[in-house]
């Protein structure tokens, strides 16, 4: 049976020193998508209060009426910062999305875009 050597000070205080900038970035970016997905939705939510009457009540878009393009990009927008940030939360060790889409009040219509993205031109 093969033992390890025993690690030295310095080499734990390194390893400590490179989790904390880990876990560091880890939160930095975290941030920076929880604020982007905060704009995604403003600026979604925004669209629809200055087109209330192409809307139905929950903002989502009338179905007898021409779709918008800018409300579906809009709404592609958030839903790929709401993928984003699912994704850095699991990465954190958060998994529950239910909270995310609860404290954001991410609509349906985003919540069910999450994930799905536009093929690529050829």
């Not at 997905?37 to 989502?60: I, K, P, Q, V, Y």
């Not at 239910?98 to 919540?111: D, K, L, N, S």
Request: hydrophobic share 40%; glycine share 6%; net charge neutral.
């Amino acid at each position: 049976m093969t033992l390890s050597p025993p690690r030295s000070n310095a080499k734990i205080r390194a390893e400590s020193a490179l989790g904390y900038e880990i876990a560091q970035e880890q939160a930095a970016a975290l941030g920076r998508l929880g604020r982007a997905l905060e704009a995604a939705l403003t600026a979604l939510s925004r669209h629809d209060h200055s087109n209330a009457d192409n809307a139905d009540c929950d903002g989502a878009a009338n179905p007898a009426l021409p779709a918008d393009p800018t409300r579906e990009l809009l709404v592609q927008r958030a839903s790929d910062a709401l993928w984003c940030f699912v994704v850095q939360r699991e990465a954190c060790g958060f998994g529950d999305q239910r909270m995310v889409v609860r404290q954001y009040g991410v609509p349906a219509e985003v919540q069910n875009r999450m994930g799905v993205f536009e093929a690529k031109p050829r």
